[in-house]
């Protein structure tokens, strides 16, 4: 099973970009579709994004279709969110996720979590 760690989180002005990086350990990590959520406080976590196994498939929901960005590097056991556009309202602890199989938007269909990094965007 692999272990996941976020990093590149930050505090942005509206407006700005940030890219936030998970590392995954485990020589399985290639078999493993991958997601990103987000929590704000008070809030349930939200889907942001996610990328199949093979990367050749993504999915995101409309509040972020367009402005962010999933990726992967199976060379590097990493999968990026980048993040353009930011505002106020996508002020969040910003966490990864890992699963088998085919990628999902539901954050109960993934079974392995990083301990997530706080995205903050001031106006």
């Known amino acids: 099973q692999v272990q996941l760690v976020e990093s590149g989180g930050g505090s942005v002005q509206a407006g700005g970009s940030l890219r936030l990086s998970c590392a995954a350990s485990?020589?399985?990590?290639?078999?493993?579709?991958m997601g990103w959520f987000r929590q704000a406080p008070g809030k349930e976590r939200e889907f942001i994004a996610a990328?199949?196994?093979?990367?050749?498939?993504?999915d995101y929901p409309d509040s972020v279709k367009g402005r962010f960005t999933i990726s992967r590097d199976s060379a590097k056991n990493t999968v990026y969110l980048q993040m353009n556009s930011l505002n106020p309202e996508d002020t969040a602890v910003y966490y990864c996720?890992?699963?088998?199989?085919?990628?999902?938007?539901?954050?109960?269909?993934?079974?392995?979590w990083g301990q997530g990094t706080q995205v903050t965007v001031s106006s």
């Open positions: 485990g020589r399985t990590f290639s078999s493993y579709a």
């Open positions: 996720a890992a699963k088998k199989g085919a990628l999902r938007t539901s954050a109960g269909e993934y079974n392995v």
């Open positions: 990328i199949s196994w093979s990367g050749a498939g993504t």
